[in-house]
């Protein structure tokens, strides 16, 4: 009888809690993708390695080669417990920073900072400040060949990577709305010295570039589809005024997009504005012209991706860059059009290969000039 009732009291008595989850700790992680790109172009470009608009060529230069200045390195960072909420930072490098001028500096390229940015992140709300692209261009072409300068750059791709502060308030769950505003530094794009740097026609006007940012997201939140208009404005001092010290306005109204179709996606951006060069080489590069008067441009790129499995991907698209030819000083470019065609494999493991066909149509007084470009790459990720 004492037996049953030791039994029934043991049987009884409620089970024990399971011990608790163990605390979300500080992480730290690091990243990088060693790639080597092998190229031949078929005429003369603005660049061998990573060409973006054709340049003018009577004679027909062409040239082939390969580099490792596209690798990157990074590192991750979080922590679940900052100001009340989640902390991620994110630091991005590639050897993308210039060459020495000394013999064989081709394979001895300078390291560069992409991207660093800090982001504390709420319920509703998010703080971003570092170093990103524009607000309003967020996006970029899915590329192997074009890592240290993304494709369709001067073809309707804004991408500069800039100082900013960048708050963003969304909600929703399955429909996801956010509300984004940025302040940028302002900066023309101008080329520095190289290692001294002076206020460029941006900087001189004391005033930070300002945009804003309205999206709609769907489908899971680690891989959703997105479509969204923004808007810039900035200010430039007309330093191509002779004596003058006149101030222009750098404004845009922009549309970007990524769609999931199942195995497809479909990305891209549109913008209409004038002197914005500063935000990824808009106008192709140039901001003021005839004049001094601000170039007026519209432009846009668009890609069509198709991941046929894990380790197969099939893509291609086009992007165009289309100044208003008054504004355009006569020694300018007036036009530029560039499609391409890419296959990336990614087998088990970390081994990462590519190919990309780029053609490049660059118009100028004199009429078209274009290039064709073919990138093999091959590397390796962790």
């Not at 004391?206 to 959703?224: A, F, I, V």
């Not at 969204?228 to 430039?236: D, E, Q």
Request: glycine fraction near 14%; proline fraction near 8%; charge should be neutral.
């Amino acid at each position: 009888m004492q037996v049953l009732l030791l039994i029934a009291l043991t049987t009884q008595q409620p089970a024990s809690p399971p011990p608790p989850p163990p605390a979300a700790k500080p992480t730290i992680e690091f990243t990088g993708t060693v790639l080597m790109n092998g190229f031949y172009n078929s005429a003369r470009t603005n660049n061998s390695d990573v060409p973006v608009f054709a340049d003018t060529d009577a004679v027909g230069i062409s040239g082939a080669s390969a580099t490792m200045r596209q690798t990157r390195l990074g590192a991750f960072v979080t922590d679940p417990d900052v100001l009340g909420g989640s902390f991620s930072g994110e630091i991005d490098l590639d050897f993308f920073g210039g060459q020495q001028p000394a013999p064989g500096n081709r394979t001895f390229p300078l390291i560069r900072l992409r991207r660093a940015i800090a982001t504390v992140e709420w319920t509703h709300l998010q703080l971003m400040f570092g170093q990103e692209t524009p607000l309003v261009s967020d996006r970029n072409p899915r590329s192997l060949a074009g890592v240290a300068i993304p494709d369709f750059s001067t073809a309707g791709n804004l991408w500069f990577w800039l100082p900013q502060v960048r708050v963003t308030a969304q909600y929703g769950t399955d429909m996801r709305f956010a509300i984004q505003g940025a302040v940028l530094a302002p900066i023309s794009g101008a080329i520095q010295g190289p290692v001294a740097t002076q206020p460029d026609s941006g900087e001189r006007t004391n005033r930070p570039y300002l945009e804003g940012r309205l999206r709609l997201g769907w489908g899971p939140s680690d891989d959703p589809s997105e479509v969204a208009i923004g808007g810039h404005i900035g200010w430039l001092r007309g330093v191509y005024n002779a004596g003058t010290d006149s101030m222009i306005q750098s404004h845009a109204i922009t549309f970007d997009t990524r769609i999931k179709l199942g195995r497809a996606e479909l990305i891209g951006e549109a913008f209409s504005g004038q002197a914005i060069s500063g935000l990824g080489g808009g106008g192709i590069g140039q901001y003021a012209g005839t004049g001094g008067a601000p170039v007026h441009t519209t432009g846009g790129w668009g890609q069509l991706n198709l991941r046929a499995n894990p380790a197969w991907m099939f893509g291609g698209g086009c992007g165009i860059d289309d100044p208003k030819d008054s504004d355009v000083l006569a020694t300018g470019r007036f036009r530029n059009f560039v499609c391409e065609s890419h296959v990336e494999w990614r087998p088990p493991g970390p081994l990462i290969f590519g190919f990309e066909y780029r053609r490049l149509k660059t118009r100028y007084a004199a009429g078209d000039f274009t290039a064709n470009h073919v990138n093999l790459a091959a590397g390796f990720r962790f």
